[in-house]
């Protein structure tokens, strides 16, 4: 075997090892964390670039800064996902990672159909309904 391949087994190998211990296991949960953000975020870019329907601009178009924001929030929620494992290990427990992560999710699916909305590719009763949803969070998280 090649040095090369020898190299790159053994940088794989220590990321895998550190992205555990920071993260956890690598599961269902992290990758459909991964998924929804990967969606959401191409929806997001299809909608400010092609639609120019964005709420984050004036103009309803793309933004560096606002694409800069979204990658940071993104990234920050991983962070969210690493104190919660941190949290589990701490306490012997194997929920709050868990938990942390199936609500990243959902917040990931409501801003997926918002940029549907967006695109107008949902009927326009599930958009009400979804909207009516996304209003009383939004409602609920103003109140504390």
Do not use: H
Request: with cysteine; aromatic share 8%.
């Amino acid at each position: 075997m090649s040095v090369e391949k020898l190299a790159v087994m053994g940088i794989s190998g220590c990321a895998g090892v550190i992205f555990t211990q920071i993260f956890g296991e690598w599961n269902d949960f992290i990758l459909a964390l991964l998924i929804l953000m990967t969606i959401d975020f191409i929806m997001g870019l299809i909608v400010a670039g092609l639609f120019r329907k964005s709420t984050k601009t004036i103009s309803g178009g793309l933004s560096s800064k606002e694409c800069v924001k979204g990658i940071a929030k993104k990234v920050c929620e991983f962070l969210l996902v690493a104190a919660a494992y941190q949290g589990d290990r701490l306490l012997g427990v194997d929920y709050a990672r868990a938990f942390v992560i199936s609500g990243l999710c959902a917040a990931e699916i409501i801003s997926i159909m918002e940029n549907a909305g967006a695109m107008e590719i949902l009927p326009a009763s599930v958009q009400k309904v979804f909207k009516k949803i996304i209003d009383e969070l939004n409602k609920k998280g103003g109140e504390k």
